[in-house]
Nanobody
Framework: EVQLVESGGGLVQAGGSLRLSCVAS????????IGWFRQVPGKERERVSC????????YYADSVKGRFTISSDGAKNTVYLQMNSLKPEDTAVYYC?????WGQGTQVTVSS
C-alpha cells in the first residue's frame, strides 16, 4: 500500500525558510514521479513542484521559481521541498502526491 507522510510545516516570518519532507513507501522508489501541491480554503489544490526519477527532471510553478527547490534521497525514500524567501501568499496546507495517492498534508503559515 502506498503511503506518503509529510512533515516540516510550521509558522515562519516572511523571508524565512522551511524544508518539507515526504517519506514514501509502498512503491519502487527508483521509478516515480512525486509532486508537492498546496491548498488554501476555498481554492483548488495547486501544483507547486514535482520531480521525476526517470530523468531527474523537475517542475516549478511560476509563483515559486527561484525560491523553492525539490530534491529526493533514494536511500531514505524521501522527497524534500526546500522553501526559501517565503511570502504570506505561500500560506497553505502542503500535500505530497504520488499518482493516485495523497499524504495527510502539513500546514505552512507565513506571517507578514
Amino acid at each position: 500500500e502506498v503511503q506518503l507522510v509529510e512533515s516540516g510545516g510550521g509558522l515562519v516570518q516572511a523571508g524565512g525558510s522551511l524544508r518539507l519532507s515526504c517519506v514514501a513507501s509502498g512503491f519502487t522508489f527508483d521509478d516515480y514521479a512525486i509532486g508537492w501541491f498546496r491548498q488554501v480554503p476555498g481554492k483548488e489544490r495547486e501544483r507547486v513542484s514535482c520531480i521525476r526519477s526517470f530523468d531527474d527532471s523537475t517542475y516549478y510553478a511560476d509563483s515559486v521559481k527561484g525560491r523553492f527547490t525539490i530534491s529526493s534521497d533514494g536511500a531514505k525514500n524521501t522527497v524534500y521541498l526546500q522553501m526559501n524567501s517565503l511570502k504570506p501568499e505561500d500560506t497553505a496546507v502542503y500535500y505530497c502526491n504520488y499518482p493516485g495517492y495523497w499524504g495527510q498534508g502539513t500546514q505552512v503559515t507565513v506571517s507578514s
